[in-house]
């Protein structure tokens, strides 16, 4: 083989291989037409129970959250308003400033959006 396939545009893979007029990750069986590679994938970030994350959203926590460095834990039913939503980093996507504990990664799956 003397040309290099490019990554994988989700996922990032290296290990891409062609299957007929295809690129296709194995990783995250992302299928894509070589010609079309500098294609923005806009990711949808979801709450616990299905609703839609935007950038500003409230959201309240819907289980006790243990915190390294204090004493006491996040409560079912804190509010965090104005929330961030960021690329995944090992599971967490909202960056948000939560009362009393500072700013904090978070996961859309511990979230509720307030509506």
């Not at 194995?26 to 979801?46: L, M, Q, R, T, Y």
Request: charged fraction near 25%; charge should be negative; proline fraction near 5%.
């Amino acid at each position: 083989m003397s040309e290099q396939l490019p990554p994988c545009p989700v996922c990032g893979s290296v290990y891409t291989y062609e299957m007929d007029p295809l690129l296709v990750c194995p990783e995250c069986a992302h299928e894509w037409s070589p010609e079309i590679e500098n294609v923005e994938v806009e990711v949808v970030v979801k709450d616990s129970v299905g609703n839609v994350l935007l950038d500003g959203d409230t959201v309240t926590i819907n289980k006790d959250l243990k915190v390294k460095g204090y004493s006491t834990s996040i409560k079912v039913g804190t509010k965090v308003r104005n929330i961030r939503l960021i690329s995944a980093q090992d599971g967490h996507d909202i960056d948000a400033k939560v009362d009393g504990f500072g700013s904090m990664y978070l996961k859309s799956s511990i979230v509720k959006k307030v509506l």
